[in-house]
């Protein structure tokens, strides 16, 4: 299968406080797992990314974990801040030797002050 | 630092027009991307190129055809535009790999009246 499905997708937290997003993928070949932000107006950019050797990755308040046996990666933000309300995108490559790059519909997150 | 230009940034087209979309990239990149963003669908891969002269399908080629005449450039054509569409295509580039990061362009938005 060549999808990648993203939940939820509107997500609404209070400043200060952790958000989740949730992502599974189909593909058992895929070994590349990144997470871009989009703000207001802008291209998407990388934010973090995991490969399938890691189980956890951590840039500051940013968290991703893989499960692999599940197919399923998540991106944690924690104490979130007004500047991190954007759109998130999970993505993963599909076939290690196609360049596919599939991503997932999308989080539109706002942070409350 | 390198940057992906893409033009238009506008583009108003008419109903069963032939309509061209460029992208340049100045990374050396092998690897280029087109992706058709709409809002609640994400971004959805139309086209994508490995290399020079070389183009693969992505989920959405239907309707689009695109040429890498260059390393450095890809464009993107749709080849009879439907009323009413409106959406925003990304270019995107990657170094070599099919794990790499996505460095995307600013997008060109197209209305077809």
């Known amino acids: 299968g060549e999808q990648v499905e993203q939940l939820p997708s509107i997500l609404r937290v209070q400043e200060g406080s952790s958000a989740s997003i949730n992502c599974s993928y189909e593909?058992?070949?895929?070994?590349?797992f990144p997470w871009y932000k989009q703000e207001p107006g802008e291209n998407p950019k990388l934010i973090i990314d995991?490969?399938?050797?890691?189980e956890r990755k951590q840039i500051q308040e940013l968290i991703v974990l893989l499960d692999k046996k599940a197919k399923r990666f998540s991106l944690h933000i924690t104490d979130t801040q007004p500047g991190d309300s954007a759109m998130y995108f999970c993505?993963?490559?599909?076939?290690?030797?196609?360049?596919?790059?599939?991503f997932g519909k999308g989080t539109h997150l706002h942070v409350l002050p | 630092g390198g940057i992906i230009t893409q033009t238009p940034k506008f583009l108003i087209g008419q109903e069963g027009q032939k309509l061209t979309l460029k992208c340049q990239q100045n990374?050396?990149?092998?690897?280029m991307y087109w992706y058709r963003q709409d809002s609640g669908k994400g971004l959805r891969l139309i086209y994508y190129?490995?290399?020079?002269?070389?183009?693969q399908k992505g989920d959405l080629s239907e309707g689009y055809d695109a040429s890498r005449e260059k390393k450095s450039s890809f464009s993107l054509t749709v080849t009879s535009a439907q009323k009413n569409e409106m959406a925003v295509f990304l270019c995107?580039?990657?170094?070599?790999?099919?794990?790499?990061?996505?460095?995307f362009g600013s997008g060109t938005r197209l209305t077809v009246l």
């Open positions: 990374f050396n990149h092998d690897t």
């Open positions: 593909d058992s070949a895929s070994n590349y």
């Open positions: 993505a993963a490559n599909l076939d290690t030797n196609a360049y596919k790059v599939i």
């Open positions: 190129s490995i290399t020079e002269n070389d183009l």
């Open positions: 995107a580039s990657s170094i070599d790999s099919s794990a790499e990061t996505l460095y």
């Open positions: 995991i490969r399938s050797n890691m």
